[in-house]
């Protein structure tokens, strides 16, 4: 996000200098290597270190030094009990207030919890006699479609009290917006809490789904054309309708179990919050038990191939991946793994190093396979060659946890095919029978 938000800004002509305390990821982008895959990342980031409006430091004083506006874009993990940490952010702040000659706008880009503009407010007061003001700007920025959220996004929302703070980053963010998409204004704790609410909502939709799909196993109901029937009402749309093993990623796991969280320290019980994580752990292990039930509970010694690690397409990003939980599993009942993911494989090697075998393109995963598992719906998985990958496995089986095949084209190759909320084909429920 860091890095996105500042190339972007520089993209549009602004001077912009990055910090970061990973000497080795700043050593790699001074020379113009992106340590992240993020489509347009890299040719945007080239073409701007070549025009001198981006550099990079290890040194916090380069960038107060050198920038009017101070963007924090720093990791909020979650703590053991789900709310976000803010050891980083307030950290940064007290660093600030010590450092400050003049006067700054401080922008929380990350995304934190109600109240922390307060708090970095008050950090820094009480370190500094300095003018300065702190501004919530939380990003909506998709993985995979990151710099092209942020050149051209649905709206921006800027939290603040300040009406010089509010002309400084409405003037910032001018260009973006050319197009007409709106600068939301408003005061920093609706701005806090939007973030949350966004990535909460669209997470429940999720797990809707995904109960839905469960519902329709049971009345042999396809989830498919329940989403198409629901998503051309124009109250409802057509996005984050799609069954699968559950969210993952960097954003809606924690953003929701941080909005339960700050619903517990307001004595607010969020039912349906708290029941869209529990549905989103569950949905994991149904697909699990789905794969478990076939083999009839024994899995030692079998071979599967999975495709897919990151959580979604067009990223590396293993964090709360399904991927991640199922080769636990798998590797607690004894089965060997290989696996094939374009982006995400050396991420997932640093965890499991040599105990799942990685392969350099789908079709290796196969040999003498008992199943194959589809986890990320990448591109490339969408149209194999069937018959290829009969004639290689052991038993011509998938289970798609992402529903990307039509239910009767694996099993007109003759694959047993386990999807999510579909029944079988009508001629592969004959050929049962």
């Given at each position: 996000?860091?890095?996105?938000?500042?190339?972007?800004?520089?993209e549009?002509?602004?001077?912009?200098?990055?910090?970061?305390?990973d000497?080795?990821?700043?050593?790699?982008?001074?020379?113009?290597?992106?340590?992240?895959?993020?489509?347009?990342?890299?040719?945007?980031l080239?073409?701007?270190?070549?025009?001198?409006?981006?550099?990079?430091?290890?040194?916090?004083?380069?960038?107060?030094?050198?920038?009017?506006?101070?963007?924090?874009?720093?990791?909020?993990?979650?703590?053991?009990?789900?709310?976000?940490?803010?050891k980083?952010v307030?950290?940064?702040?007290?660093?600030?207030?010590?450092?400050?000659?003049?006067?700054?706008?401080?922008?929380?880009?990350?995304?934190?919890?109600?109240?922390?503009?307060?708090?970095?407010?008050?950090?820094?007061?009480?370190?500094?006699?300095?003018?300065?003001?702190?501004?919530?700007?939380?990003?909506?920025?998709?993985?995979?479609?990151?710099?092209?959220?942020?050149?051209?996004?649905?709206?921006?929302?800027?939290?603040?009290?300040?009406?010089?703070?509010?002309?400084?980053?409405?003037?910032?963010?001018?260009?973006?917006?050319?197009?007409?998409?709106?600068?939301?204004?408003?005061?920093?704790?609706?701005?806090?809490?939007?973030?949350?609410?966004?990535?909460?909502y669209?997470?429940?939709?999720?797990?809707?789904?995904?109960?839905?799909?469960n519902?329709?196993?049971?009345?042999?109901?396809?989830?498919?054309?329940?989403?198409?029937?629901?998503?051309?009402?124009?109250?409802?749309?057509?996005?984050f309708?799609?069954?699968?093993?559950?969210?993952?990623?960097?954003?809606?796991?924690?953003?929701?179990l941080?909005?339960?969280?700050?619903?517990k320290?307001?004595?607010?019980?969020?039912?349906?919050?708290?029941?869209?994580?529990?549905?989103?752990?569950?949905?994991r292990?149904?697909?699990?038990?789905?794969?478990?039930?076939?083999?009839?509970?024994?899995?030692?010694?079998?071979?599967?191939?999975?495709?897919?690690?990151?959580?979604?397409?067009?990223?590396?990003?293993?964090?709360?991946?399904?991927?991640?939980?199922?080769?636990?599993?798998?590797?607690?009942?004894?089965?060997?793994?290989?696996?094939?993911?374009?982006?995400?494989?050396?991420?997932?090697?640093?965890?499991?190093?040599?105990?799942i075998?990685?392969n350099?393109?789908?079709y290796?995963?196969?040999?003498?396979?008992?199943?194959?598992?589809?986890?990320?719906?990448?591109?490339?998985?969408r149209?194999?060659?069937?018959?290829?990958?009969?004639?290689?496995?052991?038993?011509?089986?998938?289970?798609?946890g992402r529903?990307?095949?039509?239910?009767?084209?694996?099993?007109?190759?003759?694959?047993?095919?386990?999807?999510?909320?579909?029944?079988?084909?009508?001629?592969?429920?004959?050929?049962?029978?």
């Amino acid at each position: 996000m860091g890095l996105v938000s500042g190339t972007c800004f520089a993209e549009m002509g602004n001077q912009v200098t990055c910090v970061d305390i990973d000497e080795k990821k700043v050593a790699m982008l001074r020379n113009g290597e992106v340590p992240i895959f993020e489509p347009g990342l890299a040719k945007l980031l080239e073409s701007n270190i070549a025009k001198g409006r981006i550099n990079f430091s290890t040194d916090l004083q380069d960038g107060l030094d050198n920038g009017d506006v101070i963007f924090l874009a720093l990791p909020t993990p979650p703590d053991e009990d789900g709310s976000a940490d803010l050891k980083y952010v307030l950290g940064v702040a007290g660093q600030i207030g010590e450092r400050l000659t003049e006067y700054k706008v401080i922008v929380n880009k990350s995304t934190v919890p109600v109240g922390t503009a307060d708090k970095v407010r008050a950090i820094i007061s009480a370190k500094t006699n300095v003018e300065f003001d702190v501004v919530s700007n939380p990003e909506f920025l998709r993985e995979g479609a990151a710099v092209s959220d942020f050149l051209k996004p649905d709206r921006v929302v800027i939290g603040t009290e300040s009406q010089k703070a509010r002309d400084i980053m409405g003037e910032l963010y001018g260009p973006f917006v050319k197009q007409g998409n709106p600068i939301y204004f408003m005061n920093t704790r609706s701005s806090e809490l939007t973030k949350y609410a966004s990535n909460s909502y669209l997470a429940t939709r999720i797990s809707f789904m995904n109960e839905m799909a469960n519902i329709c196993d049971k009345v042999g109901a396809s989830v498919d054309e329940v989403r198409l029937g629901m998503g051309s009402d124009s109250r409802i749309g057509k996005r984050f309708l799609f069954a699968g093993v559950g969210y993952g990623g960097s954003c809606f796991p924690k953003d929701v179990l941080a909005l339960c969280s700050t619903s517990k320290e307001y004595e607010y019980d969020f039912k349906i919050l708290n029941s869209v994580v529990e549905v989103n752990q569950i949905q994991r292990e149904r697909f699990f038990k789905s794969i478990l039930d076939h083999f009839e509970g024994d899995l030692k010694g079998k071979k599967f191939g999975m495709w897919g690690l990151a959580f979604k397409p067009n990223t590396d990003d293993i964090r709360e991946a399904p991927a991640v939980y199922l080769i636990k599993k798998f590797l607690e009942h004894g089965a060997e793994l290989s696996v094939y993911d374009q982006e995400a494989m050396p991420n997932v090697k640093e965890i499991y190093g040599e105990d799942i075998k990685f392969n350099k393109e789908p079709y290796a995963c196969l040999p003498d396979a008992d199943a194959l598992i589809v986890v990320t719906e990448w591109t490339e998985f969408r149209t194999p060659d069937f018959d290829k990958m009969k004639a290689s496995m052991k038993n011509p089986i998938i289970f798609d946890g992402r529903n990307i095949y039509d239910v009767g084209v694996p099993e007109s190759h003759g694959f047993d095919y386990y999807s999510i909320g579909r029944p079988q084909s009508v001629e592969a429920t004959h050929n049962m029978s």
